[in-house]
Structure formats: structure tokens, C-alpha cells
């Protein structure tokens, strides 16, 4: 089944690589999907990787319990609030261009964090790494389109990047641990520098540029837009540190709506807004944006608090803690393999579907989690299949997301894919644990009569837990619903359609053999 290309496209090169353009670089498929999926495995363990290391920064560089949360949420708050940007500039500027600036950027600064002497030092280095990250993520998908052709190869491509993306979360558990025992927390940034110095090398050599888009930038569409998410950010991540009551949440959150509010009369206005208003109008592509933030809100419930639940229940030291999570791991890259062999036939609606129903299975069984859960018994299943509908669910709405986009706007929607994985981890994130507060209180007055400390402790923690997953089930849910009742199946348009003449964006296919068409 044929998908249409979107009418904007030039014939030829534009929807495939151009290895022939002058500086474009060699364009090797396997060396380009190399850099592309290392840089994304880059950004995706610097999420977690850090969070093994904490303890031990803090009793090195004398942070306070506030903050140290700030070496996570320094680099969220960069990361989320200038993606819709970083993705525009690839658009404008050239894609590598602006990739190999953020490479060089989260590189430098994996470097300083590494050799930071105060906290102050260390949350500058941090969100140093999320501007980087931002300038580099979006493009780096964006560049997807540019080094591969329309059809299998691109969705290959796209299945490796995304399967990378979904199970570097838990592989970057194992890498924490193991840098931390064996080495210092240290090398969870030094481990940065000989890579990203890779990358900056190969990067000209291979990646192929994309065609610039002259113009200027959107300015008042950046600035609001990054004010806009960095204050909606920040509010779900205070929410989760204090309460969604307190005075400074309510005012961030107030200031990220009103400011988005404003954005969006922005871009509507705008002769080139960062976010083109027009990539909403398709409804597979506005309902894959909804179904990522769900997927995301999800994934959270499962790692955040089974990693918690492997230490102070099970008792798993760091290391083992971190093996526990191979599996899911293993899950999503097998799935995502499975997805991306089978989008090419069978309906992205009916992989979404598939796959939200198998998380959905998993999650529900987390529910049922005690203190008297074991691994192998009550953790490792639910881990599998949450995992494996992670992989089914990943490839196709990326896929989606990113289908029969203009080329010019193909970096702002890759932001956009970035952007609602941010907002759905904070959201998701800050929700669960005022759920998890809420439900410790709860099980706090339930424990066993004639229970030990310790066992009183865990009780609490995997009864509250099981409440939390409640949560999950919910958002899990909702990415259920969304994906069989928004995303649309669609007949291919048929060869002598007069789309192209209205100079209209083409119906999404997505959900007939969807191969992104950018």
C-alpha cells in the first residue's frame, strides 16, 4: 500500500537522502543510524543514570535535600522548555548543523559536571546538558527523514530510535549503578565526553544536512513558548515536591497556561511560527501527540516506583536493582523490533491498541503488589508486558506523529514529540506521587497488628504503591481510548487526488501502513 507524500515536497532528493549535496556528508544508512541512535541512548540514560549517583553527590558537594533535586529538574526545565525551539532551529538553520551544536554543547557540559567542586557548578552543568539536549533531540529525529528513504528503511530506522528510546530509560539503572559502585558518581558524565567526541567526529563525515528553510526566527513564539512549558514544567514538578495546593505551584501552573495561551495567538499571527498551528488539524497526528503523553505518564508509574520497591522492599543493592530491570529492557526492544516489521502491514491503530492493551494487563496486575510480593512472582511479569506494550505502542506513534508533515516543519514536529514526552513524564510523575502521599497516610493506619519497624515500613510502601499503580491503570487507559477512538483508519488517497493541487497537507495514513512522509 502506497503512502502519499505530502503535496509540499519536492520530487527526487527532498524525500530521501542527498548524499551529492556539497558538505551533506557520505549519508552511510548503518553509520547515520549509528550516530543518531547513540546520541538519543546518550540523552535518554542522562535522565536516569544521574539518579543512582544522588546519594553520593550529595555527601560530596554538601547538597541540601531540596537541592539536590534541582540535578534533575535543572536539566528537565532546560530539556522541556526549549525543545519546540531547538526543533525550529533545526528547521531554519539546517538540521546537523544544529544537532552537532547540541552534541558539542551536552558534551562540554557532561565534562564540567564531572569535574564539578560545588552544587552551584554542578545545576549550571546540568542545565547546560538540557540546552544541549534540546538543540540535538528534535533534530536528531528530524534527521531520520532526511538520511532515509520514505517506506521500510525510514520505518526500520524509526523502530531502532524509538525502541532505544523506550528501554534506555531502565538500561540507564544498570549504568548508574555500576559506575557508582565500581568507580564515582563522576563518571555518569565522564562516560559522556568520550562519546559525544565521537559524535562530533563522525557527525560531518556521515549525516546528511538538510535543506535550510530561509527565514527568521519566530522570536515571540520561542519566548512564549518557553516560558509557557518551562512554568507548566516546573509547576507539575513542584506539585510533586510540595502540593498541588501550595501557593508557587498553583502560580506556576496558572503562568504556563495563560503563557501557552498566548503562544498560541502567537503562532497563529506568525508569517513562520516555531509551531506551525496547522500540524493539529490532522487528527491521527493530534491524537498520537495525546497517546505519547500517556504513554509516558505511564512508563513512570512503573519505573519510578518499582525501583523504589526492589530497594527498600526486596532489598536489591543498586546494582541488582538496576539488573532487575533487563527485562523490560529486553521487552521493549523486542516489541519494537516486532512494530516495526509490522507497521509496514498491519494498522498503526491496531499496534496502539494492541500494545495499550497488553500494558494495560501489566499494570493491573502491579495493583495486586504487597509486602509479601516476590520478584520473579509479582514484579518480572508485570515488568514484561508493560515493557512489550511499550514496544508495540512506541514505533507507530512516532510514526504517526511524524507522518505526511511539510519538510519544512518536520524539526518542529519531531520538538513537539519531545515536548509531549516531557510534559507527560512531569504530569504523570507529579500525579502519582500525590497519590502515593495520599494513600501512604491511608495504609499507615492499616499496618498489621505485632509488625516490626522495618516491616511496618514496607508494608506501608507496597501497599500505597499498589494504590499508586491505580493511577497508572488510569493513564494506561486513556492511551487505550485515545488510540481506538481518535486515531483514524484511513483508505489511501487515490493517485489522481486533487490534494496537491490546493497545496493542502495530504490525510494522514498512519493507520494504512504509515510511513512518514516528511
Not at 11 to 38: E, M, N, R, W
Request: proline share 6%; charged share 10%.
Amino acid at each position: 500500500m502506497s503512502t502519499p507524500s505530502a503535496p509540499s515536497s519536492p520530487p527526487g532528493p527532498a524525500a530521501g537522502p542527498s548524499p551529492s549535496a556539497p558538505g551533506a556528508g557520505s549519508g552511510s544508512p548503518g553509520v547515520v543510524l549509528a550516530i543518531l541512535v547513540v546520541s538519543q541512548l546518550m540523552f535518554v540514560l542522562d535522565t536516569t543514570v544521574v539518579n543512582i549517583a544522588l546519594p553520593d553527590m550529595q555527601s560530596d558537594l554538601d547538597f541540601s535535600p531540596t537541592g539536590l533535586s534541582w540535578v534533575i529538574n535543572a536539566y528537565t526545565l532546560a530539556f522541556g522548555g526549549l525543545l519546540l525551539l531547538g526543533g525550529r532551529a533545526g528547521d531554519i538553520l539546517g538540521r546537523r548543523r544544529v544537532f552537532f551544536a547540541g552534541i558539542t554543547l551536552f558534551t562540554a557540559a557532561s565534562l564540567l559536571g564531572g569535574l564539578a567542586q560545588t552544587s552551584e557548578w554542578l545545576l549550571v552543568a546540568r542545565a547546560a546538558q538540557g540546552v544541549g539536549c534540546a538543540l540535538a533531540s528534535p533534530t536528531a529525529l528530524a534527521l531520520i527523514t532526511t538520511n532515509f528513504k520514505e517506506g521500510p528503511e525510514r520505518t526500520k530506522a524509526f523502530g531502532l530510535y524509538t525502541a532505544v528510546s523506550g528501554a534506555g530509560m531502565a538500561f540507564g539503572l544498570v549504568v548508574g549503578g555500576l559506575l557508582t559502585e565500581w568507580a564515582s558518581w563522576r563518571w555518569v558524565f565522564f562516560i559522556n565526553v568520550p562519546v559525544g567526541v565521537l559524535l562530533m567526529l563522525l557527525t560531518p563525515k556521515h549525516v546528511v544536512e538538510s535543506e535550510r528553510n530561509p527565514g527568521r526566527f519566530d522570536l515571540s513564539g520561542a519566548l512564549t513558548s518557553t516560558i509557557g512549558v518551562t512554568a507548566l514544567v516546573y509547576g507539575f514538578i513542584r506539585a510533586a515536591e510540595k502540593d498541588w495546593s501550595e501557593g508557587g505551584t498553583i502560580t506556576a501552573l496558572v503562568v504556563g497556561v495563560l503563557v501557552l495561551g498566548a503562544f498560541v495567538v502567537v503562532e497563529s499571527r506568525a508569517r513562520q511560527p516555531i509551531t506551525p498551528l496547522r500540524m493539529f488539524t490532522d487528527r491521527n497526528r493530534a491524537g498520537s501527540y495525546a497517546v505519547m503523553l500517556f504513554l509516558v505518564a505511564s512508563m513512570l508509574s512503573l519505573w519510578f516506583f518499582i525501583t523504589q520497591f526492589l530497594q527498600e522492599v526486596l532489598e536489591f543493592g543498586p546494582i541488582k536493582a538496576g539488573l532487575a530491570f533487563l527485562p523490560l529492557s529486553v521487552a521493549i526492544l523486542g516489541c519494537s523490533g516486532v512494530a516495526s516489521k509490522a507497521i509496514e502491514k498491519v494498522p498503526a491503530k491496531a499496534l496502539m491498541g494492541l500494545g495499550a492493551l497488553v500494558m494495560l494487563s501489566g499494570m493491573l496486575w502491579l495493583t495486586q503488589i504487597s509486602s509479601d510480593t516476590g520478584y520473579a512472582g509479582g514484579v518480572l511479569g508485570p515488568m514484561v508486558l508493560v515493557g512489550g506494550g511499550l514496544g508495540l505502542v512506541f514505533v507507530p506513534v512516532t510514526v504517526t506523529a511524524l507522518s505526511d508533515v511539510r519538510p519544512e516543519d518536520s524539526g518542529a514536529a519531531s520538538g513537539l514529540v519531545n515536548v509531549m514526552q516531557q510534559v507527560g513524564g512531569s504530569l504523570g510523575l507529579s500525579i502519582l506521587v500525590t497519590v502515593f502521599g495520599s494513600a501512604a497516610k491511608d495504609s499507615a493506619k492499616n499496618v498489621p497488628a505485632g509488625s516490626t519497624t522495618d516491616e511496618a515500613a514496607k508494608f506501608v510502601l507496597s501497599d500505597a504503591m499498589g494504590t499508586t499503580f491505580v493511577a497508572g491503570v488510569g493513564f494506561t487507559a486513556a492511551l487505550l481510548v485515545i488510540s481506538l477512538l481518535v486515531i483514524k483508519t484511513r483508505p489511501p488517497a487515490a493517485p489522481d487526488a486533487g490534494d496537491d493541487a490546493h497545496g493542502d497537507e495530504v490525510p494522514s495514513t498512519a493507520d494504512s501502513a504509515p510511513t512518514p512522509a516528511v
